[in-house]
């Protein structure tokens, strides 16, 4: 038996530890060497490639990009929960052409879609255009390369990657204690709360996890959107790798950046499990 499973097993783990490990080992020890003028490597120990991160410049960037990564992330939850319970409560017919109608992103190019909220947001834009129309502003609003922009752009990219988790963890859900708790008298609010909700967590928590470990390295629609004016973490990491060529630096910023989004997932995963915990203690 264990044979037969390290059989199975072991192309998985080779396939992970050359593509993932090997890299991320191979990052982590460029962020302690040093460059010379030119950018070219410098075998020299050198850990002020972490110290430079705590300038204020960078420090700032590395909230905003937090702030952002972790508010897209509520407002894809806020907003795919209601989806996901509505389309696991119609027909089967109207369940089908809903999750199609979710999954549609996917089949369209990612920049094609990105760009297009240009032509929406932009000075002449759709959005402007229709207001002038209607007589609701004289002038054109500066709606592309904001904060907000980017914030707009990253909900409409991220949602199905909130929705479909949602759903599936929905789906699986044991009706039959919603039956239950009706039949004792809880309310629909007292049921979802106690009931549902607990059941849902792991679909909120993968989601979660995609849609903000996805957000903080994303740096497309940050430059399309945003342009100078919004900057993410992930932003200065392509810059030095592609631009700067200070490749320790780059590499430190990884390194950093990697490490603090996984004690965030951490402290989100305690966070629902210890709800979740409450919520089977008032069950009980």
Do not use: H
């Amino acid at each position: 038996m264990n044979k037969r499973w390290f059989g199975i097993l072991s192309p998985v783990v080779l396939w992970l530890c050359f593509f993932m490990m090997v890299p991320m080992i191979a990052v982590v020890g460029v962020s302690f060497l040093s460059r010379d003028t030119v950018g070219n490597l410098v075998w020299t120990f050198n850990i002020s490639n972490y110290t430079r991160f705590f300038d204020p410049l960078y420090l700032g960037i590395y909230w905003d990009t937090i702030w952002l990564s972790v508010l897209t992330t509520l407002l894809c939850l806020l907003l795919s929960y209601p989806l996901a319970y509505y389309i696991t409560t119609a027909g089967p017919r109207t369940q089908k052409w809903m999750l199609i109608g979710v999954t549609v992103p996917f089949w369209i190019n990612f920049l094609i879609r990105t760009y297009a909220w240009v032509l929406i947001l932009r000075t002449q834009g759709l959005v402007n255009m229709g207001l002038e129309q209607l007589g609701m502003i004289s002038e054109p609003m500066q709606l592309l390369y904001t904060k907000g922009a980017v914030l707009l752009g990253m909900v409409y990219t991220f949602i199905p990657y909130m929705v479909l988790p949602i759903y599936v963890s929905l789906e699986q859900m044991d009706k039959r204690q919603l039956e239950a708790a009706s039949d004792l008298g809880a309310s629909r609010w007292s049921a979802f709360w106690r009931v549902t909700l607990p059941q849902t967590k792991s679909g909120i928590m993968t989601g979660g996890v995609l849609v903000f470990v996805t957000t903080t390295g994303m740096f497309v629609i940050t430059d399309i959107l945003g342009g100078a004016k919004s900057q993410m973490l992930s932003n200065i990491i392509q810059n030095q790798f592609l631009s700067a060529r200070d490749w320790p630096f780059g590499a430190a910023l990884s390194v950093i950046f990697m490490i603090s989004s996984l004690i965030i997932i951490w402290l989100f995963n305690r966070a629902l499990r210890s709800k979740y915990e409450s919520a089977k203690e008032a069950r009980a």
